[in-house]
Nanobody, 116 residues
Framework: QVQVVESGGGLVQPGGSLRLSCAASGGGFNIWAMGWYRQAPGKQRELVATITQLGSSNYQDSVRGRFIISRDNTINTVYLQMNGLKPEDTAVYYC??????????WGQGTQVTVSS
């Protein structure tokens, strides 16, 4: 089975930065797109950013200009560089992997807390 492992979450002061990483492993698959979603308490899960294997990306308006999504296709890894973090960015961040002609997979989630 495909396994998705996230890392990089933590506690940071407003204005600080964090870098999230997510690696898919297991072999025998082709990834079409990768991305990051987040879910804050009492709110539905929402898209943060996505990127395709060809490099096209999109961002939620609230993070555009502050967050950067990137990927390394050779190691099936997606990153989210988060700069200028705000308290409203506090959430559990989930990595998402979409396979070509196959199912999607989710990471276990990593907590990002932005607080003074």
């Amino acid at each position: 089975q495909v396994q998705v492992v996230e890392s990089g979450g933590g506690l940071v002061q407003p204005g600080g930065s964090l870098r999230l990483s997510c690696a898919a492993s297991g072999g025998g698959f082709n990834i079409w797109a990768m991305g990051w979603y987040r879910q804050a308490p009492g709110k539905q899960r929402e898209l943060v950013a996505t990127i395709t294997q060809l490099g096209s990306s999109n961002y939620q308006d609230s993070v555009r200009g502050r967050f950067i999504i990137s990927r390394d296709n050779t190691i099936n890894t997606v990153y989210l560089q988060m700069n200028g973090l705000k308290p409203e960015d506090t959430a559990v961040y989930y990595c998402w992997i979409e396979l070509r002609r196959g199912p999607s997979y989710w990471g276990q989630g990593t907590q990002v807390t932005v607080s003074s």
